[in-house]
Each structure stands twice: as C-alpha cells, then as structure tokens.
C-alpha cells in the first residue's frame, strides 16, 4: 500500500475516499484505531493508503480534484 494523504480531516479523508471507490481503487483509512484511543480529539493523523501498483493513477485523481497540495511526497 501507498500512503498519499496523512491529515486530521476527517472530512478531506471522506472525500478522498468516495473519489478512490468511484474509481474503483482500493484503499484503507490507517490509524483509525489509535484516533479512537487517544479520545477522538483529533491529534493523531490518519492516513489515506491506496494500492501500490495503481497510486499514480490515484495520485491523478486526487490531483484534478484540487487536492495537490494535500498529498505525500511520492517516495516510492
């Protein structure tokens, strides 16, 4: 799996999910659970992954939908 996002936003997560299922992409939300731990107050990021063999095409995605400046340096 490709990280591509890593934010507190719960609501830019959302979207960038729905835009991830609508391509037919699979991707996971990480770090739900340790959120949960430390009470929901929002202080540690959860992280948008995608599948590693299709997160250029997912990378796009996110781009044309104006979230650019929102994505993970591209390590990979």
């Keep these: ?8 936003d ?3 997560l959302s979207f960038s999910e729905s835009l991830m299922k ?3 992409i699979h991707c ?6 340790m959120s ?3 009470g929901s107050l929002g202080l540690l990021p959860r992280r948008l992954l995608v599948e590693e063999d299709r997160g250029d095409e997912a990378r796009q995605i996110l781009t044309d939908a ?3 400046d929102e994505l993970r340096d591209d390590e990979a």
């Design 10 to 12: 719960a609501v830019l």
């Design 22 to 24: 609508d391509a037919g």
């Design 28 to 33: 996971l939300i990480a770090d739900q659970g």
């Design 36 to 38: 949960i731990l430390e």
């Design 66 to 68: 104006g979230l650019a």
């Design 1 to 8: 799996m490709r990280e591509l996002i890593r934010t507190n």
